[in-house]
């Protein structure tokens, strides 16, 4: 039997130090490499980190707590939304990356 995939959405606001923005972006993106997630993460304009993650469920749920209270050194987290899960046939990302 095939991998089963669900993919979420996500959005963080909060304080992030603009010298730490892209670090936050790499944070997310080594926790969602450790989870064996795919996907990406990106900055907004509007100063939030927004992403797409695919994987197991339960690594899904360890990322959205991670996102949700823990985040990156010196970040603090004042929201997190994410979509509902959506179950997928197969992914449709080979890895986790940053978009720019």
């Not at 050194?73 to 899960?85: C, D, E, L």
């Not at 997928?88 to 978009?99: H, P, Q």
Request: net charge positive; proline share 2%.
């Amino acid at each position: 039997m095939g991998r089963t995939f669900l993919v979420a959405s996500s959005r963080s606001s909060g304080r992030f130090r603009a010298s730490t923005f892209g670090s936050t972006l790499q944070h997310t993106n080594n926790k969602a490499k450790q989870l064996g997630l795919v996907g990406w993460c990106m900055n907004t304009d509007e100063g939030s980190v927004k992403g797409v993650m695919e994987g197991s469920l339960d690594n899904i749920t360890e990322m959205k707590s991670w996102l949700q209270h823990t985040g990156s050194p010196r970040s603090v987290i004042q929201k997190a939304v994410f979509s509902s899960n959506e179950p997928l046939a197969s992914s449709n990302f080979k890895t986790f990356s940053i978009r720019r």
